[in-house]
Antibody, heavy 119, light 110 residues
Framework: QVQLVESGGNVVQPGRSLRLSCAASGFTFRNYGMHWVRQAPGKGLEWVAVIWSDGINKFYTDSVKGRFTMSRDNSKNTLSLQMDSLRVEDTAVYYC????????????WGQGTMVTVSS | QSALTQPPSASGSPGRSVTISCTGTSSDVGGSDYVSWYQQHPGKAPKVIIYEVSKRPSGVPDRFSGSKSGNTASLTVSGLQAEDEADYYCNSYGGNNNWVFGGGTKLTVL
């Protein structure tokens, strides 16, 4: 079945780095744009970043620009989010999300992985 | 880009209808055909229930419907059932490869 499985969440100190991964299965990964969406504890959803199907075009929300880098490996059906210079306010559950089509909607979500930034 | 505005809470009795609003600007909701709605139960990942303003994915009951007027999108849940109690989030494509969510609405079935 269509599935996204995130990994890599952890507790990390402010200023340090962390890399999240997402393994996709059950669909033709290379054909779809992929996103990261996060949710701080007890808060709402926040769109973080998108990478187009070609893996070249990437866009980020302002608060993570210059600190987070999204990448994908279409040969291995994997998605990554490299998070540098982490801040306390980056603490959240991070969801790997497949888009239904360009710009349309987020139709498949992973179970999420928790990132805690704390000293 | 600012978050879309949703009421923090909504409620209704079983069998009744409830409508949740989502207000943005002409740069997002008002200017986009790509408005979607997500249902999230506690401890679970969100699930899309409406996309492209009013389309329903297969498997989503027709009790859920979406619409848009100007800068405000709406989600209506008809024939409320206990399992509809959840958090609901709207989302809109805001142009320039940017997406924005609403703050979320907690729906209580009385």
């Amino acid at each position: 079945q269509v599935q996204l499985v995130e990994s890599g969440g952890n507790v990390v100190q402010p200023g340090r780095s962390l890399r999240l991964s997402c393994a996709a299965s059950g669909f033709t990964f290379r054909n779809y744009g992929m996103h990261w969406v996060r949710q701080a504890p007890g808060k709402g959803l926040e769109w973080v970043a998108v990478i187009w199907s070609d893996g070249i075009n990437k866009f980020y929300t302002d608060s993570v620009k210059g600190r987070f880098t999204m990448s994908r490996d279409n040969s291995k059906n994997t998605l990554s989010l490299q998070m540098d210079s982490l801040r306390v306010e980056d603490t959240a559950v991070y969801y790997c999300v497949k888009e239904k089509g360009p710009y349309t909607a987020f139709d498949i979500w992973g179970q999420g992985t928790m990132v805690t930034v704390s000293s | 880009q600012s978050a879309l505005t949703q009421p923090p809470s909504a409620s209704g009795s079983p069998g009744r209808s409830v409508t949740i609003s989502c207000t943005g600007t002409s740069s997002d909701v008002g200017g986009s055909d790509y408005v979607s709605w997500y249902q999230q139960h506690p401890g679970k990942a969100p699930k899309v229930i409406i996309y492209e303003v009013s389309k329903r994915p297969s498997g989503v009951p027709d009790r859920f419907s979406g619409s848009k007027s100007g800068n405000t999108a709406s989600l209506t849940v008809s024939g409320l059932q206990a399992e509809d109690e959840a958090d609901y989030y709207c989302n809109s494509y805001g142009g320039n490869n940017n997406w924005v969510f609403g703050g979320g609405t907690k729906l209580t079935v009385l």
